[in-house]
């Protein structure tokens, strides 16, 4: 059973009271015996395109749950005391063992990721990113396989995440407006 992360707190992590209750429609807990207040905030993750020479965009088949085998952009959450553009150029090596050389914020969208059984809100940062070659190009960590779509031939349906797909139709409608 997946469950909204403002369902998963029963007792107060400061005092252990029973008596810690959701607030803001559920953005938030407090607990009425020691005020203790706490809020369900994103997390930060980040979504790659990388584009080839032909125009492609690579996109990479998921090796694990959750979405497993449906594409996905390469990257993934943001580590603690690490910027958004560190993750970036983390990911990269990690998932494909390639070098991002330059990158560039594109957009964000919200999305709602199911993991170990609940929920957790995320805000996914897409970056426009440039590598050193594509021939050091091996899938690695959670990506199972990768292809090459020409962007506007993508089956939206086949992405694992609605953010993923938001992601995807903003650079259709906006890349010919970006500097890369």
Do not use: W
């Not at 997946?2 to 607990?31: V, Y």
């Not at 440039?130 to 089956?155: H, Q, T, W, Y």
Request: proline residues 5%.
């Amino acid at each position: 059973m997946i469950r909204e992360t403002n369902q998963l707190f029963s007792h107060c992590p400061k005092c252990g009271s029973s008596f810690f209750h959701t607030r803001d429609m559920g953005r938030s807990f407090k607990c009425e015996e020691c005020q203790f207040h706490y809020y369900i905030n994103s997390s930060a993750a980040v979504a790659c395109l990388i584009i080839n020479d032909s125009g492609e965009l690579l996109l990479t088949r998921r090796a694990f749950e959750p979405n497993k085998g449906m594409l996905d952009l390469p990257g993934g959450f943001v580590e603690p005391m690490e910027s958004a553009e560190e993750a970036v150029i983390r990911e990269i090596k990690e998932e494909l063992n390639l070098r991002v050389t330059k990158i560039r914020y594109l957009v964000s969208y919200p999305n709602m990721y199911p993991y170990s059984y609940f929920v957790v809100p995320t805000v996914d940062m897409a970056y426009i990113c440039e590598v050193e070659g594509l021939d050091c190009l091996e899938p690695d960590d959670d990506v199972a396989s990768i292809e090459f779509i020409r962007p506007d031939k993508i089956d939206l349906n086949a992405l694992c995440a609605n953010s993923m797909r938001q992601i995807i139709q903003f650079y259709l409608k906006n890349g010919s407006l970006i500097n890369y």
